[in-house]
């Protein structure tokens, strides 16, 4: 194992498959690399976030690499923060286990849009937002959303778009990653006001998002509950198609 600060050397393995790593390419940008920690064995890599609370630790990788992986966690383990969340590729938590007490662990599908042509066939709806806009959207989630992880800082990246009725913020689409030099996005913070769902707002606001994504980055992906049947039958809809499985847990030292 050892720390990796070489931005090239980075973008060019989690490059080889950048579906998978969309949120790890994006984070090679400026914008995200201050909070950043890279670890690195082999082809393999690790990256530990810490621009959110508790910290997030990203480990995902096929299964041809996660041998390698779980070498990596397991030898990172002692260096790793108290408590943080993970994202991990299957069979991997075990490598951390001994060190950490588990919690969570609830399915994710990660999805990339592969068939761009379907956007086309939906009616997109939605108008940029910007700082001026972050107390209402704040509202939105909070009645929409709670619990929601949202950086306002992605704001400024001007990928957000949200639908108005009556003049009220009643569905957003946003993205947790943006970043042109690496050309990928990851949708994110996306959710429609309870009073307004089952109107189609939702696939018009991210139709509307992704219109505006495709011209500028050649990866488009996103997170989903793999659960969340309402969220898959949208996206597949929308043209994304599941390209991995991982787990979300939370990780807590233990003592002793």
Not at 141 to 170: E, I, K, S
Not at 196 to 208: D, M, Q, S, T
Request: hydrophobic share 45%; proline share 5%.
């Amino acid at each position: 194992m050892r720390a990796e600060r070489d931005r090239g050397l980075l973008g060019r393995l989690l490059g080889r498959d950048p579906a998978l790593h969309a949120y790890e390419l994006g984070d090679l940008d400026d914008f995200f690399w201050p909070y950043t920690s890279w670890f690195r064995r082999g082809r393999q890599v690790a990256l530990l976030y810490h621009g959110a609370v508790p910290p997030t630790l990203l480990a995902l990788a096929g299964p041809g690499g996660r041998a390698e992986l779980a070498g990596l966690l397991t030898d990172l383990t002692p260096v790793l923060p108290a408590r943080l969340h993970a994202h991990l590729s299957p069979g991997l938590v075990a490598a951390l286990g001994g060190g950490f007490d588990v919690g969570g662990g609830v399915g994710h599908v990660k999805m990339a849009l592969t068939d761009r042509a379907r956007l086309a066939g939906v009616v997109a709806e939605g108008r940029p937002l910007t700082v001026a806009d972050l107390p209402e959207l704040r509202g939105l989630y909070a009645a929409a959303y709670p619990g929601n992880w949202f950086d306002a800082r992605m704001l400024d990246t001007g990928r957000y778009v949200g639908v108005r009725r009556g003049g009220a913020l009643v569905a957003v689409a946003g993205v947790h990653v943006y970043s042109p030099t690496w050309q990928v996005a990851a949708l994110g913070n996306v959710t429609t006001h309870p009073g307004f769902r089952r109107r189609g707002l939702g696939a018009a606001v991210v139709a509307a998002l992704c219109g505006r994504l495709v011209g500028e980055v050649e990866h488009v992906t996103l997170n989903v509950r793999g659960d969340n049947v309402a969220a898959l039958r949208l996206y597949r809809g929308l043209g994304f198609t599941a390209v991995a499985e991982y787990g979300e847990y939370t990780l807590t030292a233990r003592l002793g």
